[in-house]
């Protein structure tokens, strides 16, 4: 006669390990939420400060400056300024995701290494890589990174002026960015070699919409 009673209890344990296992089960949910991975991405990552970068890429804004961004605004010796960006969708793109280095200020440029005629605003630069490295360049604003092999060479047709030109050695060398000649029809030929004197090296060519041809 004890039935009901016997009924009552496997109800009763039935009941309690289902609320044993909700409780068990409660405190994995936020632990695996905390686990997820971010997908934030960092503005300023470290190899801003690393060499080569910390010396030749200048870091975006808010992010503290390294040693090229010093010497740009002022607070370290530094070279010249200047800047150019052209384009080719020949060219396979480069392998570093580097953002792109910023033009100089108009009252750090020293004098134009050049000076050339723009056709209807617009100028062909061809870059000549006389390392045997690969150069990665860009140009802002029209193009993502993209890569000239070394010993070889590219012409960027109808860049509009003012245009900007950033250059950056894969092997984290030098380089220095001298013109070589410049033509009527608008077309300045840059030729980029080896240097061992960070003094002389170069990273950024522009050329400005009167014609005039700076470097930094």
Not at 2 to 14: M, T, V
Not at 54 to 70: E, F, K
Not at 85 to 95: A, W
Not at 141 to 164: D, F
């Amino acid at each position: 006669m004890n039935l009901p009673n016997q009924s009552n209890k496997n109800k009763a344990g039935l009941l309690g390990g289902i609320f044993s296992s909700l409780l068990i089960g409660l405190p994995a949910i936020p632990l695996a939420a905390s686990a997820a991975p971010s997908s934030a991405v960092n503005p300023c990552p470290s190899i801003f400060y690393e060499e080569p970068h910390n010396n030749q890429v200048l870091v975006p804004q808010g992010c503290p400056p390294n040693a090229a961004t010093l010497r740009q605004q002022g607070q370290v010796s530094g070279g010249q300024n200047g800047v150019v960006v052209p384009i080719n969708p020949n060219v396979r793109p480069g392998v570093r995701g580097v953002n792109p280095i910023q033009p100089p200020l108009p009252e750090t440029r020293q004098s134009p290494i050049a000076t050339i005629t723009p056709t209807a605003g617009r100028v062909n630069v061809r870059l000549q890589n006389n390392t045997n490295t690969s150069i990665s360049y860009q140009a802002i604003g029209y193009t993502q990174p993209r890569i000239l092999s070394g010993r070889e060479a590219i012409v960027l047709r109808n860049l509009p002026t003012p245009v900007t030109i950033t250059m950056v050695r894969e092997d984290g060398g030098f380089i220095n960015a001298m013109p070589t000649s410049t033509s009527e029809d608008g077309t300045l030929t840059l030729s980029l070699n080896e240097t061992a004197n960070f003094a002389n090296s170069d990273t950024a060519l522009r050329i400005q919409s009167n014609g005039q041809v700076f470097v930094n």
